[in-house]
């Protein structure tokens, strides 16, 4: 079946420090890949995608590469803020008779300035 | 455009009570959502519709129902609360585009709680 496992946290750094979350996803066709992020109180909201196969998303100094040989779209950031603290979900779709979305569990970042 | 939103945004039932959550979107998106959030376990699909007029279950259906009012409006009902349905609710939308959907676009949730 499809699925998305990322990386558990929380994940705690100090500002300036470099992100990584991991992402890998099982998937049946080619999905597309997305990066959703929750501020607290709030909805998801979209901060990158890929479409096909190394497509690289970026939005507001994140990245994540989609790589096929791997399955994964991890996610990454130079530098972090304290601004960055939410919790980060990775997600594909694909259409299995009709396009569905799934979602992995998130992941918490705690930025401390 | 106010994008996707919901009411209520917060609510407490007692076992067995009833309730509908309202959502609705204003950016002509055919196929809406809803989802729930429970702590380390990410968002799972409840219901969704394709298009006006059809509706199919999700992930986690049993005990929910949906209606699909028009194209801007997607509601859920639970007939009979149970503490199990104390969660976080989402409702989303999206529209396809070309041979696959964009991103969901969602609202800020409603934060239900039964006792």
């Known amino acids: 079946g499809n699925s998305v496992t990322q990386m558990e946290g929380p994940v705690t750094l100090s500002e300036e420090a470099f992100l990584t979350i991991n992402c890998t996803y099982t998937a049946t066709g080619y999905p597309s890949l997305f990066w959703y992020v929750q501020y607290p109180g709030e909805g998801l909201q979209l901060l990158l995608k890929a479409t096909k196969a190394d497509d690289k998303g970026s939005n507001k100094g994140f990245e994540a590469t989609y790589r096929k040989e791997t399955t994964s779209f991890h996610l990454e950031k130079g530098s972090v803020q304290v601004s960055d603290s939410a919790v980060y979900f990775c997600?594909?779709?694909?259409?299995?008779?009709?396009?569905?979305?799934?979602f992995g569990a998130g992941t918490r970042l705690f930025v401390k300035a | 455009n106010a994008g996707v939103t919901q009411t209520p945004k917060f609510q407490v039932l007692k076992t067995g009570q009833s309730m509908t959550l309202q959502c609705a979107q204003d950016m002509n998106h055919n196929s809406m959502y809803w989802y729930r959030q429970d702590p380390g376990m990410g968002l799972r699909l409840i219901y969704y519709?394709?298009?006006?007029?059809?509706?199919d279950k999700g992930e986690v259906p049993n005990g929910y129902n949906v209606s699909r009012l028009n194209k801007r409006e997607f509601s859920l009902r639970l007939e009979s609360a149970a503490p199990s349905q104390t969660s976080v609710y989402f409702c989303a939308s999206n529209q396809r585009q070309g041979g696959s959907y964009n991103e969901q676009f969602f609202g800020p949730g409603t934060r239900l709680t039964v006792l």
């Open positions: 519709s394709a298009s006006e007029g059809t509706t």
């Open positions: 997600a594909l779709s694909i259409n299995t008779g009709g396009f569905k979305t799934i």
